[in-house]
């Protein structure tokens, strides 16, 4: 079955520490997303990307950063400079075409806890 | 600039009961209009969305929402609840550059 795949689901890390976040998808999709989720906020946009070799930044970008050098793969990277990296990290995809706006597919996600 | 209210931060409902949940969006441009649920420590699941046409879309599970232009709003229903129903929903709306901007969630309970 085609989806997306996050891993690891549970991460811990040590303040200071760089981690990347990994999510695979095998739906040919075009689009990928990294989306932040803390209680009562709702899911915020940190990157996101339409093409390989490009991306965007998106609403909340500051201290992450991504690569998207396969179509399949877009990991994300929390670095030391995110000031409160603690969260729930969902990646997406969707399908570009002209005219058509598709809906997007999200991983189960990854809980990122630093300390 | 867009923007999505879920005004009901926790809903609870018997077994059984009807439900709605509210949305209401800001939006410049026609909208594209999504309803997902996601349940704890999960993803999030499409449950139905509104590109155009019809106001009143049929989603999966039993869920349908309607668009009213006049209001802002895209409302989630059900008839009738069922435990498995518990989770939390989103209402988003689809920019142009297909990116989804996400209201704050409701969290919904259901009591047998």
């Known amino acids: 079955d085609g989806g997306i795949t996050q891993s690891p689901k549970y991460l811990f890390r040590k303040e200071g520490q760089n981690v990347t976040l990994s999510c695979e998808q095998n739906?040919?999709?075009?689009?990928m997303y990294w989306y932040r989720q803390d209680p009562g906020q709702g899911l915020r946009l940190i990157y996101y990307?339409?093409?390989?070799?490009?991306?965007q930044k998106g609403d909340i970008a500051e201290g992450y950063s991504v690569s998207r050098e396969k179509k399949e793969s877009f990991p994300l990277t929390v670095t030391s400079a995110q000031k409160n990296p603690t969260a729930f990290y969902l990646c997406?995809?969707?399908?570009?075409?002209?005219?058509?706006?598709?809906?997007?597919?999200f991983g189960n996600g990854t809980r990122l806890t630093v300390t | 600039a867009q923007s999505v209210t879920q005004p009901d931060i926790h809903i609870t409902v018997s077994e059984g009961a009807s439900l709605e949940l509210r949305c209401n969006y800001s939006?410049?441009?026609?909208?594209?209009l999504f309803w997902y649920v996601q349940s704890p420590g999960q993803g999030l699941q499409l449950l139905l969305k509104?590109?155009?046409?019809?106001?009143l879309v049929q989603g999966i599970k039993g869920f349908e929402a309607e668009f009213k232009r006049s209001q802002s709003s895209f409302n989630l229903r059900k008839p009738s609840v069922h435990w498995s129903d518990a989770a939390e929903y989103f209402c988003?709306?689809?920019?142009?550059?297909?990116?989804?901007?996400f209201g704050t969630g409701t969290r919904l309970t259901v009591i047998p």
């Open positions: 990307s339409q093409i390989v070799n490009d991306f």
């Open positions: 739906l040919n999709h075009d689009a």
């Open positions: 939006y410049g441009a026609t909208p594209y």
């Open positions: 988003a709306v689809g920019t142009g550059a297909n990116n989804l901007f």
């Open positions: 997406a995809s969707s399908q570009l075409g002209q005219g058509i706006w598709s809906p997007l597919h």
């Open positions: 509104y590109f155009s046409g019809d106001t």
